[in-house]
């Protein structure tokens, strides 16, 4: 059974940084593209970022390009989301989850779900 687990989220003013990882038990990141999520609320989720697996091609949404880094440690099968230059928008609940295919920033492509960490932008 394939397991993610999110960590790293926390409060951080604006402008600040925090690095998320997503670790996975039970699947080899060697096989898969992973894919971060977000979602504020009363907002839906959205598609953050993505990294395929054997050549490290990466995908970031409008909205954090420039500002966020997804890197794979193949290793220690962990996804990180470096986020710097931190905005109050950017606060939400972050996912991680196995990508299967289609629209890089649709969730429905998407599998595996870890329950999420939460992130907290002050102003």
């Known amino acids: 059974e394939v397991q993610l687990v999110e960590s790293g989220g926390g409060l951080v003013q604006a402008g600040g940084s925090l690095s998320l990882s997503c670790a996975a038990s039970?699947?080899?990141?060697?096989?898969?593209?992973m894919g971060w999520f977000r979602q504020a609320p009363g907002k839906e989720r959205e598609g953050v970022s993505c990294i395929t697996s054997r050549h490290g091609i990466t995908y970031y949404s409008d909205s954090v390009k420039g500002r966020f880094t997804i890197s794979n440690n193949n290793a220690k099968n962990t996804v990180i989301l470096q986020m710097n230059s931190l905005k109050p928008e950017d606060t939400a609940i972050y996912s991680c989850a196995i990508y299967s295919g289609g629209t890089v920033y649709d969730a429905i492509n998407y599998w595996g779900w870890g329950k999420g960490t939460l992130v907290t932008v002050s102003s």
């Open positions: 039970g699947a080899s990141f060697d096989d898969y593209a």
